[in-house]
């Protein structure tokens, strides 16, 4: 198997410089201003093969947008080693730019300005995609995006779905080998979501084309990714199946109790009850609202309301899955897996 | 070749949008232009009481200012996105122009296109044809000689402002704002309406020397009444201009290197 990206102990650090407040701070900043160094990457080593769809995910500032920016040559590394399909990105960021396909999902790639048919003619252009290419690729996104109805359209006045879509569209253009996705699926309608994850899957299949995803969303990395990659303040702590994960932590379930007074809560110990069934149960409480958190393949959620409203007034009932993020909170804390 | 392509594909859509909003566009221009001739009004009234200026006459003052707004303008016209760079720096907007298999500094180039330059490029044209039509004594083989050097002359003066531009933004890669450098510096330009040689000393070398404005219209003139040689000009032009934009240029390319994006 072809590896497709190599990257070895990379690391970025970011030098700015104090500020302290008020004019005498300013003037004294200016004459002995204190470096400050924030390693965003530290020692991050991982390797993606062809074909590959990797989920690269983290908290926020937890440095994926940094790596990515990385492998895509926006940025210089300070240390360590990348390669991107044999390329160091930074050193050969134009021919790596061709290899490759970028998607931020904050931030439009597009000209703003530009008609959306336009801004694919350009790109034609800057990739040098023959016509029977082009026009076989426009058909295709226009079949499934639909893109002729805003086709017209400069950029700017595109709504976010709208938006999303021309940009994804516009980093398969070229048919790249490598694709980063940097949150695609963001503020997107479930119907919407829905239609670019069947995307991804549909050109990692047809061209074996890696994708690499970084997004917030556990449900994109559950129905697309079979490996994810876990970084957190700048470090990788996960690399291997998702299954794994899933196994361990995509099964835990939280309720949250709003009770109606702060005593209430010393009246029940859903600890001591369920234990022996589940013995990670774990409980907060805080705003008199009392969270359970625990394995459901083990106990049952009608197990846990029942008890509580048997003890207790309870004013709001809300069922939630755990949050990917305090999933990573969770494996920060306890270690690797 | 794929180069000029791209671009004629941004400049048609540009001329579009310009065709659009045409009414903007002209009393844009229209503004300009009565902005500026009061400034020429007021050289006609001056030049009621006296005969020369350090030496020059109202038609070779005219002929200066008219020559220094040519090259200005066509630096506007193409190049008025350097203006933005420390916008774009700091909002770490620049990543897009990493992200494509182009030249990033072409690329940034050409996305921007300023119509407002018309106004600069014609009233240029205007006061150099008036300028240029009261010099005594030129046979008609002397005037398309001088117009073609005046057009050599502004053709690659336009790189002195262009140059000093990307010199003065690029800095955005290491400052956090350029801005104030870039309006410091690109502002002396103003000087070169004028002869050199009236400013006190100090101007006189920093337009010379240092932010060769002079060469914009000054000397170009000199050309014309015969105190200076072409090929002097010529080769101090092409000098200036590819010191100017390999610095420029050599700049950008050490600050991409470092440049830090922003957070998300």
């Given at each position: 198997m072809m590896e497709m990206i190599k990257v070895n102990n990379l690391r970025k650090e970011f030098i700015t410089y104090e500020k302290q407040p008020g004019l005498k701070g300013m003037i004294k900043s200016f004459f002995n201003a204190k470096k400050i160094i924030k390693?965003?990457?530290?020692?991050v080593s991982f390797h993606i093969n062809e074909g590959e769809i990797v989920g690269y995910i983290g908290p926020n500032g937890a440095g994926k947008s940094t790596t990515i920016k990385m492998l895509t040559g926006i940025l210089t590394p300070t240390s360590g080693e990348i390669f991107v399909n044999g390329l160091i990105p930074y050193k050969s960021r134009t021919i790596n730019a061709k290899n490759i396909g970028v998607v931020f999902g904050q931030r439009?790639?597009?000209?703003?300005?530009?008609p959306l048919n336009e801004s694919f003619t350009v790109l034609k252009e800057i990739y040098q995609v023959n016509d029977a290419d082009f026009k076989e690729r426009m058909d295709f996104f226009n079949q499934i995006f639909g893109l002729q109805e805003f086709i017209?359209?400069?950029?700017?006045?595109?709504s976010l779905g709208q938006r999303m879509k021309a940009d994804i569209a516009a980093s398969l253009l070229h048919n790249p080998k490598i694709i980063f996705f940097d949150?695609?699926?963001?503020?997107?309608?479930v119907i919407a979501k829905e239609k670019i994850r069947q995307t991804i899957k549909e050109i990692n299949k047809k061209f074996k084309t890696t994708i690499i995803l970084t997004t917030h969303d556990l449900s994109d990395i559950e129905e697309l990714c079979n490996r994810i990659i876990l970084i957190d303040k700048g470090k990788l702590i996960y690399d291997g199946d998702v299954d794994n994960i899933k196994e361990r932590y995509g099964s835990k379930k939280q309720v949250k109790f709003t009770l109606?007074?702060?005593?209430?809560?010393?009246?029940?110990?859903v600890i001591n009850e369920f234990s022996h069934v589940d013995p990670k149960i774990n409980i907060k409480f805080e705003d008199n609202t009392l969270s359970v958190i625990f394995n459901k393949q083990l106990l049952g959620i009608k197990d846990i309301t029942a008890y509580i409203l048997n003890k207790l007034d309870v004013v709001d009932i809300n069922i939630e899955e755990v949050s990917l993020e305090s999933i990573i909170k969770e494996i920060y804390k306890d270690g690797l897996i | 070749m794929r180069y000029l392509k791209i671009y004629s594909i941004f400049l048609k859509q540009y001329l579009k949008g310009l065709l659009e909003y045409r009414i903007d566009f002209l009393i844009g221009m229209f503004a300009f232009l009565l902005d500026q001739s009061l400034g020429i009004f007021f050289l006609s009234v001056i030049f009621q009481h006296i005969d020369l200026l350090a030496g020059f006459s109202f038609q070779e003052i005219v002929l200066m200012y008219g020559l220094s707004q040519i090259p200005k303008g066509i630096d506007h016209l193409f190049f008025d996105n350097i203006w933005l760079l420390p916008r774009v720096i700091r909002q770490g907007d620049l990543d897009r122009y990493l992200?494509?298999?182009?030249?990033s500094l072409y690329h940034f180039l050409i996305v921007r296109f300023q119509p407002d330059a018309f106004g600069e490029i014609i009233l240029g044209i205007i006061l150099t044809s008036y300028g240029i039509s009261h010099?005594?004594?030129?046979?008609l083989m002397d005037y398309i000689t001088f117009i073609l050097a005046l057009m050599l002359f502004m053709l690659i003066g336009t790189f002195i402002f262009t140059g000093l531009k990307l010199m003065t933004a690029s800095l955005s890669f290491w400052l956090t704002n350029a801005y104030p450098v870039m309006q410091i510096t690109y502002n002396?330009?103003?000087?070169?309406?004028?002869?050199?040689?009236?400013?006190?000393k100090f101007i006189r070398l920093l337009m010379t020397?240092?932010?060769?404005?002079?060469?914009?219209a000054y000397y170009p003139v000199l050309f014309i009444k015969g105190e200076e040689s072409f090929i002097s000009i010529l080769g101090e032009l092409l000098l200036i201009t590819s010191l100017f934009m390999s610095m420029g240029v050599s700049l950008w390319n050490k600050g991409i290197k470092n440049y830090n994006s922003t957070g998300s």
């Open positions: 390693t965003a990457v530290n020692d439009s790639q597009l000209w703003w300005d530009l017209k359209q400069p950029v700017r006045q595109l949150e695609p699926t963001i503020g997107l309608d109606k007074t702060e005593e209430d809560f010393f009246k029940v110990d | 992200l494509r298999p182009i030249n010099i005594p004594g030129l046979a002396l330009n103003q000087f070169a309406r004028y002869p050199v040689i009236i400013f006190p020397y240092i932010i060769p404005f002079a060469f914009v």
